[in-house]
């Protein structure tokens, strides 16, 4: 991605998500299990001090000095290990935590169901959801702005979603159910 900024095809989601994958791949096939509370809070505060510095398309702060590496290639490695970091912590504490019935539980289980109808409307809507609450808060880095960004994008692609659920051709085409 770094070298050849080849965007056909969507091959740059592919080579970005393909390590995401890979993880996945080793972490079921070895059948990682952590269970170790002290460990789930470790890998948790990492992850939320990384986030705290993240951003999609900058170099973050918290690495900026750092010129001996290219921008795009420092860019790129903190998003991974941010990403990579937080995975661990939310299938860990998912494996802990999270195995029983409840209704947070029942609810996660739904958005996970709707995730790729999420993932694709958030697509179509989520400049235009963050360019308003980027006007509102004048920043695109705030708390708030970051809570009501989320919050907003995913009662609209909840919505959303359940309207285009009950529209048969559409469904199969941005959903690909029958």
């Not at 939310?90 to 993932?119: P, Q, W």
Request: aromatic share 22%; glycine share 6%; with cysteine.
């Amino acid at each position: 991605m770094v070298v050849t900024e080849f965007r056909l095809f969507g091959f740059q989601f592919f080579s970005f998500y393909f390590g995401f994958y890979a993880v996945g791949y080793w972490w079921r096939k070895f059948e990682f299990k952590v269970s170790n509370v002290v460990l789930i809070v470790f890998w948790g505060g990492i992850w939320l001090f990384l986030a705290l510095f993240w951003r999609k398309h900058e170099v973050p702060t918290i690495v900026s000095d750092i010129t001996f590496i290219p921008a795009s290639l420092l860019t790129y490695s903190y998003r991974y290990i941010t990403a990579i970091i937080g995975s661990l912590f939310f299938i860990s504490f998912a494996m802990k935590f999270m195995n029983k019935e409840n209704l947070v539980n029942n609810y996660l289980c739904y958005l996970g169901r709707i995730s790729l109808g999420i993932y694709i409307i958030h697509l179509f809507i989520g400049r235009y959801v963050s360019n308003i609450f980027e006007s509102v808060f004048n920043s695109d880095v705030s708390i708030l702005f970051v809570m009501c960004d989320f919050t907003t994008k995913l009662i609209l692609s909840i919505i959303l979603i359940n309207i285009i659920q009950r529209i048969p051709i559409v469904r199969l085409l941005l959903l690909g159910k029958k």
